[in-house]
């Protein structure tokens, strides 16, 4: 009986540890940061040489962290725009999707202060073809070209599932 219930706690155990987390309050300090840096330019937030250059797209580390990510890249596009990309992938979660929708709303509950808001949107790039927004409403890109964005996707919804987050630096600077 007592092995039976060691093997219960090692296993357990080892799957808490694999288990990747998110700590809210820490993400959403993170993402006053990444709106911050975004407003500025995420092109001081590049580690090193590319990593992945497709000849339209060039990929970089980055120095910015975002509580929980297993990745975070730097993207530069042709036009010399950028955006701060991070990956996660979760174990045992139930509910992939509301899943993504939580980690929206912090994302709009840490910028609600700045006037943002949650949208969700279609995009071909993710599961379900949806994607949620977190942005300044404005009709006038002129207006919403002054502020960071967000978005958020699902990218696998296996266990483990992914999502991707990314923020898009102002257009205009």
Not at 144 to 149: I, L
Request: glycine share 6%; with cysteine.
């Amino acid at each position: 009986m007592k092995s039976i219930l060691l093997s219960f706690l090692i296993g357990c155990l080892s799957i808490h540890c694999q288990a990747q987390t998110i700590d809210n309050d820490q993400f959403k300090t993170d993402i006053i940061s990444l709106y911050e840096a975004g407003m500025k330019s995420f092109k001081t937030n590049k580690e090193g040489e590319a990593i992945d250059d497709n000849g339209s797209v060039k990929f970089y580390k980055s120095n910015l962290e975002l509580s929980g990510a297993k990745n975070s890249l730097v993207q530069e596009d042709s036009e010399g725009n950028y955006k701060y990309v991070a990956s996660y992938t979760l174990k045992n979660v139930r509910d992939p999707k509301s899943k993504v929708d939580e980690i929206a709303i912090l994302i709009a509950e840490a910028t609600s202060e700045f006037g943002f808001e949650k949208a969700t949107t279609t995009d071909v790039k993710y599961l379900g073809y949806s994607k949620h927004t977190i942005e300044f409403p404005a009709d006038n890109i002129d207006d919403m070209g002054k502020h960071t964005s967000f978005s958020v996707g699902l990218t696998d919804d296996g266990n483990p599932m992914s999502f991707e987050i990314i923020v898009t630096e102002i257009l205009w600077k």
